[in-house]
């Protein structure tokens, strides 16, 4: 790592990229402090994986400008590459190789970083190291693609999707080395489609749609930003005779409702008089309640109440 890295790790100016007649990226503002892991959330189109790319220098923009460790593509080139470590949503990698053949691979493109073994261990793959990397498991793989990425020390790291497919144990094998990797100062620009997992990792999030950030900030910030504390979820009614979702929003307290597939989502202010007042609304309507489950506002619920879409359903 170098000794004085800049406050910001990485600055997006006014960042444009098109497909034809898609306007992918449209005008993006974005900044990355250095020793934070940062979060781009946003549904499939967003503009994410396009303005990763643009980042890593995968891609070039149509306009607008990247500056990354205080140096630019155009110009530091060698020296980006040497600095930064990218895991992508589907890393292949020869299947033939063992592991221990595939991390000295990969070290072999930077001129400094720990020894292959050093790495394998760090990520927990001490007793695959002589296996063939067709041989590995999911969480397995992903492990060894986070190795790749971290060969070369780097100071600043790209993980884009890097638990999706994986089981619950694994998930949370990479969560800690992306936790480690945070807590030696390093920065780190994540995306990801699990909110409990953005929650975990991120210090600052943006959400993207239509190429646009459409919020920022931290993940309690964005969750006191849509004005609510509660969700009450529920199902209620029949074909015979369904509920008037409409009257709901006459409920004291209450935010909005949404009505999908026969299930209603209600986000109030007063958990403890929306669901006694919810409660005598159905009475008066002489509908019969179903289902019945609350939790605290989320980032999903951010999510949902700003596109309209629920992110996995992406």
């Known amino acids: 790592m170098t000794a004085a890295a800049p ?9 444009r990229k098109a497909y034809k007649d898609t306007l992918a990226v ?11 892991c940062f979060g781009l959330l946003g549904p499939n189109g967003a503009g994410k994986t396009t303005t990763m790319e643009i980042c890593e220098g995968l891609l070039s923009a149509d306009s607008g400008e990247v500056e990354m460790l205080g140096m630019r593509w155009d ?5 980006l590459r040497q600095r930064l470590g990218i895991q992508l949503q589907d890393t292949q990698l020869s299947e033939k190789l063992t592991v221990l053949e595939t991390v000295r691979l990969f070290r072999s493109f ?3 970083g720990p020894a292959a073994a050093q790495i394998i261990a760090l990520v927990q793959l001490e007793e695959k190291a002589k296996s063939r990397v067709g041989e590995l498991s999911g969480g397995q793989k992903q492990r060894l693609a986070m190795a790749c990425a971290l060969v070369g020390d780097p100071d600043f790291l790209f993980l884009d999707e890097p638990t999706t497919g994986l089981d619950p144990q694994a998930r949370r094998q990479v969560w800690d080395l992306i936790e480690k990797f945070k807590a030696s100062g390093r920065t780190i620009l994540l995306t990801t489609h699990y909110m409990d997992e953005a929650e975990r990792l991120c210090d600052r999030i943006a959400i993207m749609d239509r190429g646009k950030t ?3 900030g ?3 910030e964005l969750i006191a930003s849509i004005g609510v504390e509660h969700v009450v979820e529920f199902s209620a009614g029949s074909a015979s005779n369904p509920l008037t979702v409409s009257a709901l929003l006459r409920i004291e307290g209450v935010r909005d409702v949404r009505s999908e597939n026969g299930n209603v989502q209600m986000q109030v202010t007063e958990l403890h008089r929306a669901v006694p007042a919810l409660l005598d609304e159905l009475r008066r309507q002489g509908v019969a309640l179903t289902e019945l489950r609350t939790h605290s506002a989320s980032l999903e619920d951010v999510f949902v109440t700003l596109t309209g879409r629920h992110l996995r359903d992406e």
């Open 7 to 15: 406050r910001a790790a990485l600055q997006v100016r006014n960042l």
């Open 26 to 36: 449209d005008g993006l503002e974005l900044e990355v402090r250095t020793g934070e």
């Open 75 to 79: 110009s530091g080139a060698a020296q």
């Open 110 to 112: 930077y001129h400094a």
């Open 214 to 216: 459409i919020a920022l």
């Open 218 to 220: 931290t993940p309690r």
